[in-house]
Nanobody, 125 residues
């Protein structure tokens, strides 16, 4: 089993930046792909970004492309999401996830086996 714990969320103004962290423990997270999803009230869970086990490939949702950057530190078993130029529509609970398909980046929520509890990001206008 892999346990994932997100941190770094908060309340910021439009245009600000935040960096989310996802710390993993247990299991073989180093061999897994990492992903970020988000869910706003009343909306479905939305894919944000994904990264392969070795960091060689990344994928972004259309709404965050060019503003967000995913990365990972394998030594620290941590995946990061750097969020720049934040907008009010980025407001959501952000979830970290891990997929056993380590060499694949995917938007498919069903491919992710392990999930964190989420961290709130609120962007005020």
């Amino acid at each position: 089993q892999v346990q994932l714990v997100e941190s770094g969320g908060g309340l910021v103004q439009t245009g600000a930046s935040l960096r989310l962290s996802c710390a993993a423990s247990g299991g073989s997270f180093v061999a897994m792909a990492g992903g970020w999803f988000r869910q706003a009230p009343g909306k479905e869970r939305e894919f944000v970004s994904a990264i392969t086990f070795n960091g060689d490939n990344t994928l972004y949702g259309d709404s965050v492309q060019g503003r967000f950057t995913i990365s990972r530190d394998r030594a620290r078993n941590t995946v990061y999401l750097q969020m720049n130029s934040l907008k009010p529509e980025d407001t959501a609970v952000y979830y970290c996830a891990a997929s056993r398909y380590g060499a694949t980046v995917t938007r498919d929520v069903e491919k992710y086996r392990f999930w964190g509890q989420g961290t709130q990001v609120t962007v005020s206008s």
